[in-house]
């Protein structure tokens, strides 16, 4: 999303309603590719990959390490113009420590299909091998995309002599096993039609929130996204700091997402965060930004747009 200008704030919420079916690492990549010292590190690495991980290749290849993006939980630096749905986020095992590991197998005769059988069948898969050799695979299915670890045969796109048996054995949070069925589900389409959360309108504010801050809005104007031109106006008038406060809110938690919480979304709060670089926004996870306060309102300004 980037916020652009039109005269109008009336539409703007809605143009968020695909956010509806992000997952928790996807809102992670959300808010980390909005943080300019992420940006500016992604724009000045040169990666050392076999492949493009940008384009359409089936397996990619880390020739190194890549340090600079292990700092922000990442294996490598994906395209920060672009959501998860459509560029190639790896999340570092030490960042996002309860991804599904998948261990393929030859199949016995007629053994039947599991279901991430079928989603690596069915699915579209990148295949990214990093610094230390291990494999990583990225499943994009319906509207949906999950990162698993993988070990064991060698590893071909919608191979079928192929059996993918489920590790979770380094995952202790409970509910873990049925949260990695669901979400193979989920690839394949069953999940049935995503409804909003209070986690998700609460990330989804605070993304709206950040974004209008960035464009220059007040907290005015921002409220004026979220309410009717009406009620802000009675809310402004009427003495109240309760609706102000309200946005700051909204803006503080997309501050401290954007400048290093997404962590904690990667890993249900229990992340081992990696080391900071001096580049890296040390000292900025509890809301606080380097940049200045909100300005004052400005005129025509602004629409959400992927």
Same mark, same amino acid.
């Given at each position: !999303?980037q ?6 704030f ?10 509806i079916?992000?997952? @928790?690492?996807?809102?992670?990549w ?7 010292r992420?940006?500016?590190? =992604?724009?000045s690495?040169?990666?050392?990959i076999?492949?493009?991980? @940008?384009?359409e290749?089936?397996? $990619?290849?880390?020739?190194r390490?890549?340090?600079? =993006? ?6 490598t ?16 095992d030490r960042?996002?420590?309860g991804?599904v590991?998948?261990?393929?197998r030859?199949?016995? *005769?007629?053994?039947?299909d ?7 069948q ?10 230390a050799?291990?494999a ?8 949906? $995309? ?9 590893f071909?796109s ?6 993918f ?5 380094? $995952?202790?949070?409970p509910? =873990? +096993? ?11 389409g ?5 409804v ?12 709206v929130a950040?974004?209008?801050? +960035? ?6 104007? *921002?409220? !004026?996204i ?14 109240? *700091?309760? !609706?102000?406060? +309200? ?6 938690k997309?501050?401290?997402l ?20 001096? *580049?890296?926004?040390?000292?900025? $996870? ?6 200045g ?9 602004v629409? =959400?747009?992927?």
């Amino acid at each position: !999303m980037q916020i652009r200008h039109i005269k109008s704030f009336s539409d703007i919420l809605q143009r968020y309603d695909d956010t509806i079916g992000l997952s @928790t690492s996807d809102w992670a990549w959300e808010f980390l590719r909005r943080n300019d010292r992420f940006q500016s590190n =992604a724009r000045s690495d040169t990666p050392a990959i076999s492949g493009d991980l @940008t384009g359409e290749a089936q397996h $990619v290849r880390l020739a190194r390490r890549n340090r600079l =993006a292990e700092t922000w939980g990442l294996l490598t630096f994906p395209d920060i113009n672009l959501p998860a749905s459509r560029t190639n986020v790896f999340w570092s095992d030490r960042a996002c420590p309860g991804k599904v590991a998948l261990f393929g197998r030859e199949r016995a *005769t007629d053994e039947p299909d599991g279901l991430f059988d079928l989603a690596v069948q069915q699915c579209k898969v990148t295949h990214l091998t990093d610094g230390a050799g291990q494999a990583h695979l990225l499943l994009r299915g319906s509207g949906c $995309v999950l990162q698993v670890r993988y070990r064991g045969l060698s590893f071909r796109s919608g191979a079928t002599d192929t059996k993918f048996d489920v590790s979770l054995s380094s $995952v202790h949070r409970p509910g =873990a +096993e049925a949260r990695a069925f669901a979400q193979a589900r989920r690839l394949l389409g069953e999940a049935g039609t995503p409804v909003w959360t209070r986690r998700h309108v609460l990330f989804r504010n605070a993304l709206v929130a950040l974004e209008a801050h +960035e464009s220059g809005l007040c907290y005015r104007q *921002t409220a !004026m996204i979220f309410y009717n031109e009406a009620r802000v106006t009675q809310a402004w008038n009427s003495g109240s *700091t309760a !609706m102000k406060s +309200e946005m700051a809110r909204r803006l503080a938690k997309g501050r401290q997402l954007r400048d290093g919480g997404y962590f904690e979304l990667l890993s249900y709060g229990s992340a081992r965060r990696p080391g900071l670089s001096p *580049t890296h926004p040390a000292g900025h $996870v509890d809301g606080s930004s380097a940049r200045g306060p909100l300005p004052h309102a400005r005129s025509d300004r602004v629409a =959400a747009t992927e």
